[in-house]
């Protein structure tokens, strides 16, 4: 009331409107209410991607084009030496890729994945000479062990222009035949895991290279993603199929082999 009053004396006083008191700048005004978003409102938790076990093999497909890649580009800067050496890098993993599809040739476990594609599929793998199709890659490969040792860059790029022009249209043949083999065995509830452990990985988990394959496949699905979770498919399979005593040292060599955040990355699809 008493305000009121002094505002009505003031306008018979002056004719004029009083003025509203001004803020004093060492009281300032109350900073607006901050409202705290309330449970029904919260975004949802970011769903974690499913793992997929048989990225180890169609993401090592990745690996060679990756690596491939790289010897071609030391190649075209004339950096003959890292070529050289990227090129070995590139088939000592190549090698330890193909014993996961191969297996043992007499069918006893450890298969490989191409028994398991003619167990499964009426005989797919020898009907589609797979296995031969590697038969043949050898010759490439002895053409570039020539080139290499010939240590002549105009010899190493012929030879490794038709290695990489025959390897690349294996890939994508192999994947052809392949990838809808393993949906088909997804949607018929197959234990792919086991398969994976048992058939495939066995062959090559106890060699003492396994640390190398781990590694590069890390380096290069690091490098070259494609703008793609590569890196992460891939150790996301590895990490299912480990036990807890494995996976302690896997994840040591791909903490070693990818960028930081790309080891975030990773670190945030698996669930523990």
């Known amino acids: 009331m008493g305000n009121c009053k002094s505002k009505n004396a003031?306008?018979?006083?002056?004719g004029k409107e009083p003025s509203e008191p001004k803020q004093d700048a060492s009281h300032p005004s109350p900073a607006p209410e901050t409202v705290?978003?309330?449970?029904?409102?919260?975004?949802?938790?970011?769903?974690?991607?499913?793992?997929?076990?048989?990225?180890i093999m169609r993401n090592g497909h990745e690996v060679i084009r990756g690596s491939i890649i790289d010897v071609q580009d030391h190649l075209d800067k004339e950096h003959l030496d890292?070529?050289?050496?990227?090129?070995?890098?590139l088939h000592k993993w190549m090698e330890m890729h193909k014993l996961m599809e191969e297996g043992n040739r007499d069918n006893m476990t450890p298969k490989g994945f191409f028994s398991i594609l003619n167990?499964?599929?009426?005989?797919?793998?020898?009907?589609?000479?797979?296995i031969g199709d590697h038969d043949d890659l050898a010759d490439l490969e002895k053409a570039m062990d020539e080139a290499i040792e010939a240590h002549d860059i105009d010899q190493i790029r012929e030879a490794f222009a038709a290695f990489k022009s025959?390897?690349?249209?294996?890939?994508?043949?192999?994947?052809?035949?392949?990838?809808?083999?393993?949906?088909?065995?997804?949607k018929a509830n197959v234990n792919l895991k086991d398969m994976m452990v048992n058939e495939l990985l066995a062959i090559v988990v106890d060699l003492p290279e396994f640390k190398f394959f781990v590694q590069h496949a890390n380096y290069i699905l690091d490098t070259h993603d494609g703008g793609m979770p590569r890196a992460r498919a891939f150790d996301?399979?590895?990490?299912?199929?480990?036990?807890?005593?494995?996976?302690?040292?896997?994840?040591?060599?791909?903490?070693?082999a990818v960028s930081e955040e790309r080891y975030t990355e990773i670190m945030d699809a698996i669930s523990f």
């Not at 705290?36 to 990225?55: D, H, R, V, Y």
């Not at 167990?119 to 797979?130: N, V």
């Open 10 to 14: 003031e306008r018979k006083l002056t």
């Open 36 to 55: 705290l978003p309330s449970s029904e409102n919260a975004s949802p938790p970011k769903e974690k991607p499913k793992p997929m076990i048989f990225a």
């Open 82 to 89: 890292d070529a050289i050496e990227a090129y070995h890098r």
């Open 119 to 130: 167990e499964q599929f009426d005989g797919l793998a020898a009907k589609e000479g797979m």
């Open 166 to 186: 025959e390897n690349e249209a294996h890939l994508w043949k192999e994947e052809s035949i392949m990838m809808p083999k393993i949906m088909e065995m997804t």
């Open 236 to 256: 996301h399979a590895l990490w299912v199929c480990a036990t807890s005593e494995q996976w302690h040292l896997w994840n040591g060599w791909i903490k070693g």
